[in-house]
């Protein structure tokens, strides 16, 4: 059953939007201002072999507990669980600025995550919830655009906090916003209840959760920590595997799955995945190694790279609000997911041909046109999925692109590093001769303060392996948003509707009834 509830007004909408971006600014920011302080935190905390754990905490506790946000507010409401996923963010928050030890970090950035798999995911489902898909573009193009700046100052943010306060402080300061998020949405967020009889399908969720951590552990460790072909990593993407067979064995039979077939089978839906999950993995090269590249062959400080890639930054908001206007105004959908692996794809090939010399003018235009691709997909993608499965599923729907995006980024960051690690062990001997220098004993000499301390020889042949080794990530990235582009062409449209989930529902509810 499911009380009734008037529909929002357009002022209404924009209120319960500002707790909407909090929320979801909490989410962006954390994940860019904790990279910034790690050193400073293990040199505090020590345990510097485990430092890697702080951020893979976060990303596996939110990257599982996504897909269940989503089916568990389908099933019982949207409101109270997204104010249950900000408060355990919060306190998540608030204890990992008080540990005194690397373990008790770990663990409490692994309670943010839990937190954090409902921040954005429900956000997006909410939104679902008040706005029909046709109006959605106007609105998730400003998520976009917080994204892109959220990113852009959690670094500066993390090395302000770190330099003049505390690296505690990047913890603290998620409480003021987030509080604001729980007022916000609490007054104003008016959204149905509903209530479902079937059991919460607890066996699918722990096969999930079996099978999603051995590839995020694989994906996170292997290369690093352990080497490709080591019993370990083999071993984790067996058990992946075999617990990814077993999972949609289970989804097939079950009454009510967490991953439901008509949801992931239909083709509308399944392309859209994997398009987020394509288009999230190759956007890696330029969120991760772009400033890289700045860094070591311009000779930029951090602070000062992440100013210069600015133009990405604005490219891709503007791409983002811009085509949530055009799909709005024209009720089409298909020509963006095309246009943005195509100029995804152009801008990687660009950035592969840069070396020291090329000017920043022109890198800066090469961004420009990354950018355009990078703004004109995600979003749309959600309104694209959303569009296609029913008012029930929207929850479900909304949080598997946020799943499809963590899994993106993995299998991003995975492939990249291995091969910027590979390629370095190939140019460091041939541009660096009688060192012995390895990938991982030139990253601790690859920052701008130290480069300037050695003698040109060696400066300049380490900067010329790091830029040839990009060149081989760049290009890596190219397959991906050639096969995205494939996809692309073979998405279906769906008419986008003109009732938001809210509405729908009942009418889906009445026609259950008359059956």
């Given at each position: 059953?499911?009380t009734?509830?008037?529909?929002?007004?357009?002022?209404?909408?924009?209120?319960?939007?500002s707790?909407?971006?909090?929320?979801m600014?909490?989410?962006i920011?954390?994940q860019?201002?904790?990279?910034?302080?790690?050193?400073?935190?293990?040199?505090?905390?020590?345990?510097?072999?485990?430092?890697?754990?702080?951020?893979?905490?976060?990303?596996?506790?939110?990257?599982?507990?996504?897909?269940?946000?989503?089916?568990?507010?389908?099933?019982?409401g949207?409101?109270?669980?997204?104010?249950?996923?900000?408060?355990?963010?919060?306190?998540?928050?608030?204890?990992?600025?008080?540990?005194?030890?690397m373990t008790?970090?770990?663990?409490?950035?692994?309670?943010?995550?839990?937190?954090?798999g409902?921040?954005?995911?429900?956000?997006?489902?909410?939104?679902?919830?008040?706005?029909s898909?046709?109006?959605?573009?106007?609105?998730?193009?400003?998520?976009?655009?917080?994204g892109?700046?959220g990113?852009?100052?959690?670094?500066?943010l993390?090395?302000?906090?770190?330099?003049?306060?505390?690296?505690?402080?990047?913890?603290?300061?998620?409480v003021?916003v987030?509080?604001?998020?729980?007022?916000?949405?609490?007054?104003k967020?008016?959204?149905?209840?509903?209530?479902?009889?079937?059991?919460?399908?607890?066996?699918?969720a722990?096969?999930?959760?079996l099978?999603?951590?051995?590839?995020?552990?694989?994906?996170v460790?292997?290369?690093?920590?352990?080497?490709?072909?080591?019993?370990?990593?083999?071993?984790?993407?067996a058990?992946?595997?075999?617990?990814?067979?077993a999972?949609?064995?289970?989804?097939?039979?079950?009454v009510?799955?967490?991953?439901?077939?008509r949801?992931f089978?239909?083709?509308?839906?399944?392309?859209?995945?994997?398009?987020?999950?394509?288009l999230?993995?190759?956007?890696?090269?330029?969120?991760?190694?772009?400033?890289?590249?700045?860094?070591?062959a311009k000779?930029?400080?951090?602070?000062?790279?992440?100013l210069?890639?600015?133009?990405?930054?604005?490219?891709?908001?503007a791409?983002?609000i811009i085509?949530?206007?055009?799909m709005?105004?024209f009720?089409?959908?298909?020509?963006?997911?095309?246009?943005?692996a195509?100029?995804?794809?152009?801008?990687?090939t660009?950035f592969?041909?840069?070396n020291?010399?090329?000017?920043?003018?022109?890198i800066?235009?090469?961004?420009?046109?990354?950018?355009?691709?990078?703004?004109?997909?995600?979003?749309?993608?959600?309104?694209?999925?959303?569009?296609?499965?029913?008012?029930?599923?929207?929850?479900?729907?909304?949080?598997?692109?946020?799943?499809?995006r963590?899994?993106?980024?993995?299998?991003?960051?995975?492939?990249?590093?291995?091969?910027?690690?590979?390629?370095?062990?190939?140019w460091?001997?041939?541009?660096?001769?009688?060192?012995?220098?390895?990938?991982?004993?030139?990253?601790?000499?690859?920052?701008?303060a130290?480069l300037?301390?050695l003698?040109t020889?060696?400066?300049?042949?380490?900067?010329?392996?790091?830029?040839?080794?990009?060149?081989?990530v760049f290009?890596?990235?190219?397959?991906?948003?050639?096969?995205?582009?494939?996809?692309?062409?073979?998405?279906?449209?769906?008419?986008?509707?003109?009732?938001?989930?809210?509405?729908r529902?009942?009418?889906?509810?009445?026609?259950?009834?008359?059956?």
């Amino acid at each position: 059953m499911s009380t009734e509830a008037q529909p929002l007004t357009h002022r209404q909408i924009m209120v319960i939007f500002s707790g909407l971006m909090m929320t979801m600014f909490l989410a962006i920011l954390d994940q860019t201002i904790v990279a910034t302080a790690l050193p400073t935190i293990a040199s505090d905390l020590g345990g510097v072999a485990h430092i890697s754990w702080v951020p893979i905490a976060y990303l596996l506790m939110t990257t599982l507990t996504s897909p269940v946000y989503g089916k568990i507010s389908d099933r019982v409401g949207r409101k109270s669980i997204y104010q249950l996923a900000i408060t355990i963010f919060l306190v998540g928050s608030i204890c990992s600025g008080l540990s005194q030890n690397m373990t008790e970090l770990i663990v409490f950035r692994a309670v943010q995550g839990i937190g954090g798999g409902g921040l954005m995911s429900l956000s997006f489902a909410i939104v679902g919830d008040v706005i029909s898909p046709r109006e959605r573009g106007r609105y998730q193009g400003y998520f976009s655009s917080l994204g892109l700046f959220g990113s852009v100052l959690g670094p500066l943010l993390g090395g302000i906090f770190t330099q003049d306060l505390s690296w505690r402080w990047i913890f603290y300061i998620n409480v003021p916003v987030g509080i604001g998020a729980l007022i916000v949405t609490g007054m104003k967020l008016k959204l149905p209840r509903t209530r479902s009889e079937n059991a919460f399908d607890v066996g699918g969720a722990l096969l999930m959760a079996l099978s999603v951590s051995a590839l995020l552990l694989a994906l996170v460790t292997g290369g690093t920590t352990f080497a490709w072909g080591s019993p370990t990593i083999v071993g984790l993407f067996a058990v992946f595997t075999f617990g990814f067979i077993a999972l949609c064995f289970r989804e097939s039979r079950a009454v009510e799955p967490l991953f439901p077939p008509r949801v992931f089978l239909h083709p509308v839906t399944a392309a859209a995945a994997v398009l987020t999950l394509l288009l999230t993995a190759a956007q890696f090269c330029g969120i991760i190694y772009l400033p890289i590249y700045l860094q070591l062959a311009k000779g930029v400080q951090p602070i000062d790279s992440g100013l210069l890639m600015l133009p990405l930054v604005v490219a891709t908001a503007a791409a983002s609000i811009i085509s949530g206007h055009l799909m709005s105004r024209f009720g089409r959908y298909k020509a963006f997911p095309i246009f943005a692996a195509s100029m995804m794809a152009t801008g990687i090939t660009l950035f592969s041909t840069m070396n020291s010399s090329t000017s920043q003018l022109l890198i800066s235009l090469y961004m420009g046109i990354f950018g355009l691709g990078m703004g004109s997909g995600l979003q749309v993608l959600i309104t694209v999925m959303q569009n296609a499965v029913e008012a029930r599923d929207l929850g479900v729907a909304s949080s598997s692109l946020s799943f499809f995006r963590n899994i993106g980024a993995s299998i991003g960051t995975a492939i990249f590093g291995s091969v910027l690690v590979s390629r370095l062990n190939f140019w460091l001997p041939m541009l660096v001769p009688g060192r012995h220098l390895t990938a991982a004993s030139a990253s601790k000499l690859a920052n701008p303060a130290t480069l300037r301390t050695l003698p040109t020889p060696l400066r300049s042949g380490i900067t010329e392996s790091f830029v040839h080794a990009l060149h081989s990530v760049f290009f890596a990235g190219l397959p991906l948003l050639l096969v995205a582009i494939v996809v692309a062409v073979f998405l279906k449209e769906i008419p986008l509707g003109s009732k938001s989930a809210h509405d729908r529902r009942g009418v889906e509810q009445a026609h259950d009834r008359r059956l």
